[in-house]
T-cell receptor, first 113, second 115 residues
Framework: GNSVTQMEGPVTLSEEAFLTINCTYT??????LFWYVQYPGEGLQLLLK?????DKGSNKGFEATYRKETTSFHLEKGSVQVSDSAVYFC????????????FGAGTRLFVKA | KAGVTQTPRYLIKTRGQQVTLSCSPI?????VSWYQQTPGQGLQFLFE???????NKGNFPGRFSGRQFSNSRSEMNVSTLELGDSALYLC??????????????FGPGTRLTVL
């Protein structure tokens, strides 16, 4: 079945540091890939998505490229801010998954001033 | 447009009781999914409804059930509550007309505590 594996946290960075959160997936079909973010005390919200191979999703300075050859969708940001402190979830969804989105375990990011 | 709303936001129950949680999707969204979020297990898929039909179900016992109404509002019910059912229950809605790839919009969740 479909699955998502993302790096364990927590990840602690200083402000303006470079961020990478690794995400790899297993899927039988051609999934769409997502990064969702959960800020403290808030619900999940979409950060970015990519629907086919080689697509790059981007939002708020975050980027992720859909790599079919490595089955990866790593999240990157060039310069993190304290306000980026949150839990980040990688997820996939496809029709062969039967109307179900599979989430990774989540990676907690702490950014220090 | 109003976002996804969930009621109640907080709930405290005792073991053996049952509970009903409610979710109102974004207007026009016909798909509603439910997830259980716990620190140990992360986000676990419970079930998904589209036009009043359950299209998929996660690996949860039969004590967990749901339904969707003609106006797309959804409820989930947990009977015979156990301590391990304490969690944040999240509802998400989407257009989901293609079977995959649509963005899900999440509500704030219902925090259930079972004593």
């Amino acid at each position: 079945g479909n699955s998502v594996t993302q790096m364990e946290g927590p990840v602690t960075l200083s402000e303006e540091a470079f961020l990478t959160i690794n995400c790899t997936y297993t899927a039988t079909g051609y999934p769409s890939l997502f990064w969702y973010v959960q800020y403290p005390g808030e619900g999940l919200q979409l950060l970015l998505k990519a629907t086919k191979a080689d697509d790059k999703g981007s939002n708020k300075g975050f980027e992720a490229t859909y790599r079919k050859e490595t089955t990866s969708f790593h999240l990157e940001k060039g310069s993190v801010q304290v306000s980026d402190s949150a839990v980040y979830f990688c997820a996939l969804s496809d029709s062969t998954g039967g109307f179900k989105t599979i989430f990774g375990a989540g990676t907690r990011l702490f950014v220090k001033a | 447009k109003a976002g996804v709303t969930q009621t109640p936001r907080y709930l405290i129950k005792t073991r053996g009781q049952q509970v009903t949680l409610s979710c109102s999707p974004i207007s026009g969204h016909r798909s509603v999914s439910w997830y259980q979020q716990t620190p140990g297990q992360g986000l676990q898929f419970l079930f998904e409804y589209f036009s009043e039909t359950q299209r998929n179900k996660g690996n949860f016992p039969g004590r967990f059930s749901g339904r969707q109404f003609s106006n797309s509002r959804s409820e989930m019910n947990v009977s015979t509550l156990e301590l391990g059912d304490s969690a944040l229950y999240l509802c998400a809605s989407s257009l989901e007309t293609s079977g995959g790839g649509d963005t899900q919009y999440f509500g704030p969740g219902t925090r259930l505590t079972v004593l």
